[in-house]
């Protein structure tokens, strides 16, 4: 199977976004988050998106229901689908480890196998992998954003030991720096005035220094996503991720485009 075919394959088995990346461009990440740790045979690390549907955050847009978002998250979808996946690089004879979403917080909480092993639980960071893997790159709301989906997706991971042709790490800018999630927020959890900035395979990605404690009690739509564990809200539907859905597409950013707009205009009164 070439990388096209096999390209092919996962989105016909459901997923909008697939990218490839040489495990060589995780080489800053320590033990605790790195693949190797999980399978020490991985040459590629392919990261598969699934769109999370629009529609489902307008009860909590337009105040008529409050938290609709859950139904709109293709949870079974990616999973089903990353399985599937995995079987057909089993059927090529390769190796093939499926990952899920974790919270960083989740590492450390286990018993080393071994002194020189790092403690369960080994998690790799998602949207560096997404940025590394060609899919999107990291907003200053600190999320990833892609061209077609804006905030608007999940991501899974598969480790193989399959040599797959990678692409090359994302380098466009989603994110303009417009700061309508920081403006969004009622608890001025954003601060647009201090960068927090980490390295990635090429080049670095800054975000606005998020309070992560105002969200953890945030009422504006935050959800808690399934097989993530943690305290991390899921912020797509609260206030600041609305914003930026709502800034990306009517400034025509995203690829995905709607009959109708994200916020239909007000009437006056
Ligand atoms: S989740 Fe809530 S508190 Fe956190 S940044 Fe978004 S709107 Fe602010
Ligand atoms: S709202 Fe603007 S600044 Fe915030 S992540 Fe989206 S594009 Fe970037």
Redo the contacts with the bound molecule.
Sequence with gaps: MTTEQFKEMAIAQGADLVGIAPVERFALFAPEAHPLSIQPQTRSVIVLGFSIARGCLQGVEQGTAGYTLGAGIPTSLSIETTYQVCRRLENEGWEATPLFRQSGEMRGQGVRVSPDKPEPNVIVEFDFAAQAAGIGGIGRGKWLLTPEFGPRQMLTIILTDAELEPDAPFAAHVCDDCGACAE????H??DTENLHCAPLCEGTACWYS?HIE??RV?K?G?SRLAYFGGSE?F?LG????RACVAHLEDNGMLARRFASPFRPAKEEA
């Design positions: 969004a927020c009622p608890a959890a954003l998020l105002s969200c945030c504006t935050t809200p912020r609260a206030a600041c991720g």
